[in-house]
């Protein structure tokens, strides 16, 4: 390995040379998506395509008036991308880091540098608030490093020459110097984040069903669209007398001679858009873009849409201790003077006013004492004792905390005052008088002793015995919302999972004064080597200690494959692979950049207190969206029963006008009134399944009611227009029933809204006869009418009943089978099929291949970047000295520095 001189640090030609091999500190942090990957993800989906396709056959036909229904498509694609442009450029904005730069030894001389134009042996400076841009040894100087980020560990470790620093870690106090010996992708914290770099697939219910729905739909319109079309087609075919030798010749030499049958063309596109849900597409990310805007004024960014609804069926929530239930902060949890008869007592007593205990006197000054270098320690001692009535005395002599003696302290005119830890203050005789007191103590906070000396040799070492006087104990700072937040999910039913990479006591402890349940008993996962010992764990335990990064992840997916929907916090680095592999994941806004950028919610103030209202508002959205999805997946059912009954009995009996008035009143206006209402009932079953289970009975009632229609008005001679009419006014009966049904219980709101429905559907009739083609009845066609709308009324209700009447389907979790394997177990028996298609796997190779042009394009401009840095601290020479330059080229390894040669003398 080699060496580097300490005070020289490298030469300008060993940083090219390193350059040159590519060992420079390459930005390997995980970053947000692209403004461009945000609009293809966006843009290209199934829906948008099927779409275009029927705009394209609309625009042959030249009837451009009809292309209206791409508003939707152009509005739900507006809505995806401006929400992932919001929490992009929110998350952007939240950057731990407000100066990455760090001091380099180069020639001698310290420079400063940006992050990703260090190089592989570098020296550099270290003081107290940076943050270690990669991995380093110490060769110089100690200091007190806080490692909680990458971790978990609350407590500062102590680094000296030798000891390993690993990058995304803080000085917390001290100065030192170090060696760099990982650069780019070999450091600690880019290996974690290279773990992470996978697309993770949206665990969505609603999501699902929506992709659902709409591939069933592409596959049933095909061909149900070819045989309208041709049935279409030979009606016209008729009309036009039958010419040629079939109707298809027929059409081909209609299209040759560029006369395209637009009526045909256009009556089977009116049918195909029936069957697309473009409404409840449209519906649902309005309603959870609504839900995105209510939570950021609550300080809570949702990164998706979807995540909203998959916190709100969360079963499982595991949470990190340090950042989430903690502040990340110390506080002071209590003071205990010592009653032990002859320890503590001395003369100077009487000089520490008779209202403050000798304790207090000696904890509040020493801590004033020494501010000037506050630790964490120090520093919850200042905000225990700020708004306490202490005398403050001056301090005559100060002796700073030292990681190496473990203690600091001060002399005042009322004595002189040590404060550290019990075992390096103490000698072994009084240690073993309070020995069992500190071990008490120490079970659930950290403690230290303060004791009266005789005061401090010029050296800093204490003169005489230490005699305590009493104990003050230290734990992390418990968020003032944690127990009540902790306290609403165990009433939701929610599992709570407390992980942190911190002793399993001490984490134990924490569970148990925030209220989470079985923080009793506790694991440390140091022991958990084998994945049949998580699996053992996960079923047993709920607070895991001493757990790394990656046992995080193993005991997420253990959660997973037991049929749980898991949802993880955490703020560090070593959070990370969890907040990936779960179903939910949710980071503060204080925490390390990777946790933000793959976290699909932000708390903004770091506020565990938010999450509730995350919850109500994806409960808020569902259940809203189960009621609203069941009228516009009524009509996209009905269009297609229509569409096959339509095949074998044309006409098909809706004109586009007659659709409008039942989109606008009897699916539109209700849909978007149900949607946003307030509605914080608890999630139960399948998403998909509750639509189905609404708007199946409504789908088969307009149905049959349409083929009664036709068979009515073919027995009776009734006209074209009288059939619509007909078929219009059952299909509303129909709907105005399901949409009784589903406002159960009514509120006012509710009430209102039938009204609207019902009057608004008898004024569209009544006042525009003429405008939506309803033909005059006579007192025949009316009774009849009136017969098949009651018929149609009783089929939806005894249908409706029927289906609230079937129980759940059971749902069981199988694990085991290998990868690429899904097992699924109902009532008709089990099925095995495969997790992806060829076309999945290849889509998978494409993106592996897109992914690492672009590491390779990032490889090239981090070069480039270090070589910027090498100019920095090169003297500016005089123009027109034949000075050669190095030259960089490409290569076959990446990139190439050409070093100018020295001539010979």
């Known amino acids: 390995?080699?060496?580097?001189?300490?005070?020289?640090?490298?030469?300008?030609?060993?940083?090219?040379?390193?350059?040159?091999?590519?060992?420079?500190?390459?930005?390997?942090?995980?970053?947000?998506?692209?403004?461009?990957?945000?609009?293809i993800e966006n843009l290209c989906t199934l829906f948008n395509l099927i779409n275009v396709i029927l705009a394209i056959l609309v625009i042959m036909t030249g009837s451009f008036k009809n292309l209206t229904f791409l508003f939707v498509v152009f509005l739900n694609t507006a809505i995806g991308v401006i929400q992932s442009m919001r929490s992009k450029k929110m998350v952007d904005k939240l950057t731990l880091l407000t100066s990455k730069k760090a001091i380099a030894v180069r020639d001698g001389a310290e420079v400063e540098l940006d992050l990703d134009q260090i190089v592989l042996d570098d020296i550099i400076r270290l003081g107290r608030g940076d943050q270690i841009p990669a991995d380093a040894v110490v060769v110089s100087g100690e200091a007190l490093v806080n490692e909680s980020l990458l971790t978990g560990e609350s407590d500062l470790i102590k680094k000296q020459p030798g000891s390993e620093l690993m990058s995304g870690s803080f000085i917390d106090s001290g100065l030192l110097r170090a060696r760099v010996v990982h650069v780019g992708a070999d450091n600690y914290v880019a290996k974690i984040n290279n773990e992470a770099k996978y697309v993770k697939k949206v665990n969505s219910e609603i999501m699902n069903a929506l992709n659902a729905i709409v591939r069933f739909a592409s596959v049933i319109m095909i061909p149900l669209g070819l045989a309208l079309f041709a049935s279409s087609v030979s009606g016209l075919w008729d009309a036009a007398g039958a010419p040629g030798d079939s109707a298809l010749s027929w059409c081909f030499s209609e299209l040759l001679a560029g006369r395209v049958p637009s009526s045909a063309l256009l009556s089977t596109v009116g049918a195909l858009l029936g069957m697309i849900p473009q409404g409840l597409v449209l519906l649902t990310s309005s309603v959870l873009a609504i839900a995105t805007v209510r939570l950021a004024r609550r300080k809570v960014l949702a990164q998706q849409l979807y995540c909203i609804e998959t916190l709100a069926r969360v079963d499982v929530l595991c949470l990190d201790k340090t950042g989430t239930i903690t502040s990340g902060r110390m506080e002071v949890e209590g003071t205990y003077p010592l009653p032990v008869e002859g320890v503590g007592l001395a003369s100077d007593e009487a000089s520490v006013p008779v209202d403050t205990t000798v304790l207090d006197f000696a904890l509040a000054n020493v801590a004033r004492a020494t501010s000037a270098d506050a630790n964490e320690?120090?520093?919850?001692?200042?905000?225990?004792?700020?708004?306490?009535p202490v005398e403050v005395s001056e301090p005559l002599s100060v002796i700073p905390f030292s990681s190496s003696k473990k203690w600091s302290g001060a002399s005042f005119a009322q004595g002189s005052y040590v404060m550290g830890a019990a075992q390096f203050v103490l000698s072994e005789r009084i240690f073993a008088q309070v020995e069992n007191r500190v071990a008490e103590l120490a079970d659930t906070c950290r403690v230290l002793v303060v004791a009266r000396v005789d005061g401090f040799t010029p050296d800093g070492d204490m003169v005489g015995e230490a005699e305590p006087v009493g104990f003050v104990t230290i734990r992390d700072e418990i968020r003032t919302s944690a127990a009540e937040t902790i306290g609403y999910f165990n009433e939701q039913g929610v599992t709570l999972n407390v992980i942190s990479g911190d002793d399993p006591r001490t984490v134990s402890s924490i569970a148990r004064v925030v209220g989470v349940p079985g923080a009793d008993a506790y694991v440390d996962a140091t022991t958990l080597d084998t994945p049949s010992k998580i699996d053992a764990a996960v079923d047993r335990y709920h607070v895991f200690g001493r757990v790394t990064p990656q046992q995080k992840r193993e005991l997420v997916q253990a959660l997973k494959r037991r049929g749980h929907t898991v949802a993880m916090t955490g703020d560090g680095v070593n959070d990370v692979l969890a907040l990936k592999e779960a179903d939910c994941s949710?980071?503060?806004?204080?925490?390390?950049?990777?946790?933000?950028?793959?976290?699909?919610?932000?708390?903004?103030?770091?506020?565990?207190?938010?999450?509730?209202?995350?919850?109500?508002?994806?409960?808020?959205?569902?259940?809203?969206?189960?009621?609203?999805?069941?009228?516009?997946?009524?009509?996209?059912?009905?269009?297609?029963?229509?569409?096959?009954?339509?095949?074998?009995?044309?006409?098909?009996?809706?004109?586009?006008?007659?659709?409008?008035?039942?989109?606008?009143?009897?699916?539109?206006?209700?849909?978007?009134?149900?949607?946003?209402?307030?509605?914080?009932?608890?999630?139960?079953?399948?998403?998909?399944?509750?639509?189905?289970?609404?708007?199946?009975?409504?789908?088969?009632?307009?149905?049959?009611?349409?083929?009664?229609?036709?068979?009515?008005?073919?027995?009776?001679?009734?006209?074209?227009?009288?059939?619509?009419?007909?078929?219009?006014?059952?299909?509303?009966?129909?709907s105005v029933s399901l949409i009784w049904r589903i406002s159960q219980p009514l509120t006012p709101l509710r009430v209102v809204l039938f009204v609207f429905v019902v009057v608004g559907i008898l004024a569209g009739v009544i006042g525009f006869p003429e405008l939506l083609s309803i033909a005059n009845?006579?007192?025949?066609?009316?009774?009849?009418?009136?017969?098949?709308?009651?018929?149609?009324?009783?089929?939806?209700?005894?249908?409706a009943t029927m289906m609230d009447s079937l129980k759940p389907r059971r749902r069981h979790a199988a694990t085991g089978f290998g990868r690429g394997v899904r097992v699924r177990l109902g009532r008709g028996g089990g099925k095995v099929s495969s997790t992806g298609s060829t076309a999945e796997r290849f889509a998978k190779r494409v993106a592996a291949d897109m992914a690492q042009r672009r590491e390779e394009r990032t490889t090239r401009e981090a070069e480039a970047r270090a070589l910027e840095g090498v100019e920095k601290t090169q003297p500016k020479k005089k123009k027109g000295a034949g000075v050669k330059r190095s030259r960089v080229t490409k290569s076959a390894q990446g990139i190439k520095v050409s070093m100018p040669s020295k001539k010979k003398k």
């Open 377 to 388: 320690t120090c520093q919850a001692l200042l905000n225990y004792y700020a708004d306490r």
């Open 1 to 39: 390995m080699a060496t580097t001189d300490i005070e020289r640090g490298l030469s300008t030609a060993e940083v090219e040379e390193r350059i040159a091999a590519g060992k420079i500190n390459r930005n390997m942090e995980l970053k947000t998506k692209s403004v461009r990957e945000l609009i």
């Open 777 to 799: 009845l006579s007192m025949g066609e009316a009774i009849i009418l009136l017969v098949i709308v009651v018929f149609t009324c009783g089929v939806f209700f005894k249908l």
């Open 586 to 734: 949710v980071a503060m806004a204080a925490g390390s950049d990777a946790a933000r950028n793959v976290a699909e919610i932000v708390l903004v103030d770091n506020d565990f207190a938010s999450m509730p209202a995350v919850v109500a508002e994806g409960r808020r959205s569902i259940n809203n969206l189960q009621r609203s999805a069941s009228l516009f997946l009524t009509k996209t059912l009905f269009s297609m029963g229509l569409a096959a009954l339509c095949i074998a009995l044309p006409p098909y009996p809706f004109e586009p006008i007659q659709m409008t008035l039942i989109n606008f009143f009897c699916i539109g206006a209700p849909g978007f009134v149900l949607g946003l209402e307030p509605n914080n009932a608890r999630v139960k079953g399948s998403f998909l399944t509750n639509v189905l289970k609404r708007a199946l009975p409504a789908s088969v009632a307009v149905i049959l009611a349409a083929a009664l229609d036709i068979f009515v008005a073919r027995v009776f001679g009734f006209s074209q227009l009288t059939l619509s009419t007909m078929c219009l006014l059952t299909s509303c009966a129909a």
